[in-house]
């Protein structure tokens, strides 16, 4: 018989009766209780309950459940939309607020959120990309383990005859760098590269005309569609000859689609094949060891793992330099290793030996971050704003409750309130996006688009928009739905004195961020122009670069500057081994009197013209620079003050210093001179101790200076006309060295600007937030306003007790964001070895500039309720 | 327009119907008389889905019995056959009798006996 210790379960029951038709309930229960009590006696308890569920799992059927009546819901949502409408519409001005901040905000998340997916799936345009890799080396450098990407050339055949069952491809290439293609008079220079025939398959390019196998003949050349069409126009590229350097003739095999900026080979607009280049470059060849001026990438074969794949390879060839390095020691850290494509972005610096995240990586998170709190400012605002309303809605609540509103068609009022606030945002998002998106790219140096046509975007944009709709109307949905109708009717509804606590800490979470992104653009600022306004002990001014490698220019040095000098324009004309503006070159092995000799430090090594100093305005603080007139100047060199502190010399002229090899022309020379630093890395690092030595050889950079007293819309055209004449083989592809110099800021630059954009959108909406929250507090106090003005205050008086309560939470947010930005900016700045100070000065503007914004945004509501006229105000009622 | 046809589960839960009488015709008995008579399991929902079916086209008809302790104190519903039902049934069972008439290994023993 039925035993009372046991139930049918609860839970189960509960289900049951939520989706049964009520008018079933009696007998369904009573069917199924007998059922369980007639179970139980042939089988356990446990077996009684599984069945009772099984049995009302089986009730899911059309006949028992609920009348769903759809036609009676979809009215019901038509009516929270047409309601959720009007309130939008009666409140044009709330609306707008809570419309516009929102959309501004899910705006720039968008634009963020472009730019984090643009960083994360760089160099994916290349079919290979999990299975290509960078061959790298690492090298104990002064006591460090040095990571480089330097090859040589016998390393890449090694890998491709002895190590071949380990890759598909190993490709060696040259360095990038400009070379001249020429098509009968049209030429101009190009970013190319010689590479072994592979290359086209490794990097999977799209090829126009011909195929990928064009490099397999050594007078091949495969170029870009948008070589291609300065070359040729629109004909078919196949089969035409040109001329590289003014020394290779070669015929156009094949034309590829223009490799996108974001991949690490979007320069590379022309291929040559590697046997060409050996074949020009006599000094070097297919098995040298000790020169090392190659790069080399390899790709895995198709079976290789892309996750273990790497790791396995380097493990493999890492000692393969080993018995080929002239060095006397091999410590068993160093080694070759490989570095994978899926890594070269945001993963290229290294330390001990692998590669960690760079600085690139930072701001994919940092941006990230910046993102998710403008979205979540905006969603502050729209809380924060429904909030402060609810006690004018709280009428509303009630007398819907009483007609006999269930609490749960409130809550999906507000929702559906906040899901076409959120929508609308949504649509006015993706405009405002699409308006800035030039703009945008511009800023951060890229080509992006909105992906209308991936439907993963749409997704995310949705997902996002729900989201959002979901978090800034739970607080007011769930809020507000709770109010007791009675107490609300009567008028003895008083919302709590903490009610307004959330409200507030809202607010200083907003101005707090404000702040402390006014602080930050404002140091940004300042860096970029302490950096600028350092000196860097050349003249700028009218200087001209240009390179001066091709062979077109060899012996031809004097005759171009003396013709440039008599021309009138050019004050002087100067040849040197490396650009003015980086670092190249740096050699050990330097003595000098009074070294000790355990001290071998690094000095960067240039090599001029004697005409190098008055070129490039160079100031000498001791001794003389270089001229032609002393014969002794062969074995002279010109040293830097921090070569001079490096040396510690008190009497630097006439010292001299010897080389431990043979390289510039001999190894002992005089110190004739010292000039000032010149700047020529990193302006934001000290200049590196530098030894100039003359030369009066083929080099390859080329320096003019224009005369001052000339413009240089005058000079160029001149200039270029002893160009055509004597050099008529090459373009006159000239730079301004100040241009090259500012070149050096950009990355700053990038970052100051996305800061002041980021900020002026933060203070945006903060501000609008504040303004909306402002005139709804002056609208609920109409009547305190009225009593007090009644009662004798002034209108200032009133302006100052409505504003003081928002100033008191601005200086809150004041206390907070100063000390924050200052501890990360601080950070910030310590990575830079010249950088400015943070001055109290600055703190204290922007949170003066925050209160000062703040009284603004606030007067306007304050002053306008001050000055209404309280027999207005006290008579409604 | 009413549905007619009558399914072959729902020709057994008509029948069973019939079987059960007055007192015992509510979806729990008729389940639990479906596994006993063909051995096979049936949820009370799947019945009770079924007997709805047969009430919507008039085969049968229900109503509210009396309350029992073992259901705590919940009244059954009680279904009987119509007059519409019986014949349905009759029909159903006349044409498959001449069926099988008609099927020659089988036809001769059939001679009338139901």
């Known amino acids: 018989m039925k035993p009372n210790n046991i139930l049918p379960p609860k839970l189960a029951t509960r289900f049951l009766l939520w989706f049964l038709r009520d008018d079933l309930a009696e007998e369904v229960l009573g069917d199924l209780e007998e059922k369980f009590y007639d179970k139980l006696e042939g089988s356990s308890a446990f077996q009684a309950r599984l069945d009772y569920w099984y049995q009302i799992f089986n009730y899911l059927r059309p006949f028992a459940i609920k009348n769903l009546n759809f036609i009676t819901y979809h009215t019901m949502y038509k009516s929270y939309f047409k309601i959720g409408w009007r309130n939008l519409l009666k409140n044009k001005g709330y609306s707008l607020i809570n419309i516009g901040g929102l959309a501004a905000g899910m705006a720039v998340a968008m634009l963020i959120a472009l730019w984090i997916y643009d960083e994360l799936s760089f160099n994916k345009y290349h079919d290979n990309y999990d299975r290509i890799a960078q061959v790298m080396r690492n090298e104990v450098w002064e006591g460090n383990l040095e990571t480089d990407e330097s090859m040589v050339t016998g390393l890449a055949t090694l890998l491709r005859t002895t190590y071949s069952d380990q890759f598909q491809y190993v490709v060696m290439a040259t360095q990038p760098a400009d070379h001249i293609i020429a098509k009968d008079e049209v030429k101009f220079s190009e970013p190319g590269r010689f590479m072994h025939p592979e290359a086209p398959e490794m990097l999977s390019l799209k090829m126009l005309y011909g195929t990928r196998n064009g490099l397999s003949d050594m007078h091949s050349i495969v170029i870009a569609e948008s070589v291609a069409k300065k070359l040729f126009g629109d004909a078919n590229p196949i089969n035409q000859q040109v001329k590289i350097d003014g020394q290779m003739e070669v015929i156009v095999t094949g034309v590829y689609e223009d490799i996108p900026y974001n991949s690490e080979f979007n320069d590379l607009k022309i291929i040559a094949p590697m046997d060409l280049f050996m074949s020009v470059n006599t000094w070097t060849d297919y098995n040298s060891w000790n020169n090392y001026f190659m790069r080399i990438y390899a790709q895995l074969p198709p079976a290789a793992d892309p996750k273990t794949g790497f790791k396995a390879v380097s493990a493999v060839i890492k000692d393969t330099m080993k018995d080929h390095e002239e060095k006397d020691t091999y410590q068993e850290k160093e080694g070759i290793l490989l570095h994978p494509m899926s890594r070269w972005h945001l993963y290229s610096k290294f330390e001990n030996g692998e590669s960690v995240g760079n600085e690139r990586l930072l701001f994919v998170w940092l941006n990230g971050i910046i993102g998710i709190f403008v979205l979540l400012l905006a969603c502050i605002n729209f809380m924060n704003l429904n909030t402060a309303r609810s006690e004018k809605r709280a009428k509303e609540v009630g007398i819907r409750k009483a007609i006999g509103s269930l609490r749960s068609q409130l809550i999906y009022q507000f929702f559906s309130e906040s899901f076409l606030v959120a929508f609308l945002a949504f649509v006015f998002s993706i405009l405002l996006a699409l308006a800035l998106l030039p703009w945008f790219n511009d800023l951060s140096g890229k080509e992006m688009q909105l992906p209308f046509a991936n439907p993963y975007f749409w997704l995310i944009c949705l997902a996002v928009t729900f989201i959002t709709g979901l978090l800034a109307g739970s607080y007011p949905a769930l809020y507000l739905s709770s109010f007791d109708p009675v107490k609300v009717l009567k008028g003895t509804f008083r919302v709590g004195r903490f009610a307004s606590v959330p409200r507030k800490v809202l607010v200083v979470f907003q101005f707090t961020i404000s702040i402390a992104l006014i602080i930050g653009t404002i140091i940004v600022y300042q860096q970029i122009q302490f950096a600028k306004n350092r000196p860097v002990g050349y003249s700028r001014a009218g200087l001209l670069t240009l390179p001066a490698s091709s062979a077109d220019y060899r012996g031809k040095y004097d ?287 922007a949170g003066f500039g925050a209160l000062v914004i703040t009284l603004l945004t606030v007067s306007y509501q304050t002053i306008k309720a001050a000055l209404i006229n309280p027999v207005k105000s006290l008579r409604s009622e | 327009m009413k549905e007619t046809r009558l399914g072959d589960f729902e020709e057994v839960i008509l029948l069973l119907v019939g079987i059960l009488g007055e007192e015992e015709a509510y979806a729990f008995k008729i389940a639990e008389e479906f596994e006993s008579q063909t051995g096979r399991s049936v949820s009370i929902g799947a019945v009770h889905s079924t007997l709805s079916r047969l009430d919507d086209k008039g085969f049968l008809t229900s109503e509210m019995g009396k309350a029992t302790a073992e259901r705590g104190g919940r009244r059954k519903r009680i279904y009987t056959i119509t007059a519409y039902g019986q014949r349905v049934l009759k029909e159903a069972r006349d044409f498959k009798v001449s069926l099988w008439r008609q099927f020659p290994a089988l036809g001769t023993d059939f001679g009338g006996q139901i």
Not at chain 1, 700 to 712: T, V
Not at chain 1, 796 to 824: E, M, N, T
């Open chain 1, 559 to 845: 005759a171009l500057r003396t013709q440039l000098k008599n021309t009138g324009v050019v004050s002087e004309v100067a040849e040197a081994n490396y650009p003015l503006t980086n670092t190249l070159g740096n050699n050990t092995g330097f003595d000098w009197p009074g070294r000790d000799p355990s001290f071998d430090p690094s000095f960067n090594t240039i090599v001029v013209t004697p005409e190098y100093g008055e070129t490039v305005g160079w100031e000498v603080v001791a001794g003389r620079g270089f001229s032609r007139d002393f014969s002794t100047d062969a074995l002279g060199v010109v040293i830097n003050e921090s070569a001079l502190k490096v040396m510690g010399l008190d009497n630097p002229i006439g010292e001299t210093i010897r080389f431990k090899r043979d390289y510039f022309g001999g190894n002992e020379f005089t110190i004739i001179g010292v000039v000032k630093d010149m700047i020529k890395g990193s302006p934001y690092e000290p200049a590196s101790p530098s030894i100039i030595f003359p030369s009066i050889y083929d080099m390859s950079w080329l320096f003019i200076k224009i005369n001052p007293n000339e413009s240089a819309s005058v000079a160029l055209p001149k200039i270029e006309a002893v160009f055509k004449d004597l050099i008529p083989s090459v373009p006159f592809d000239y730079k301004f060295v100040d241009d090259e110099y500012d070149a050096k800021f950009r990355a700053e630059e990038r970052i100051g600007k996305l800061a002041a954009f980021f900020t002026i959108f933060a203070i945006f909406i903060s501000c609008l937030g504040l303004f909306a929250l402002a005139s709804f507090v002056a609208e609920q106090r109409t009547k305190e306003i009225g009593i007090r003005k009644v009662l004798g205050a002034t209108v200032p008086q009133l302006w100052q007790k409505l504003s003081a309560d928002f100033v008191r939470l601005v200086l809150i947010s004041c206390f907070i964001a100063i000390p924050l930005a200052y501890y990360l900016l601080n950070n910030w700045l310590q990575t830079y070895q010249y950088h400015t100070e943070i001055s109290w000065l600055v703190l204290a503007a």
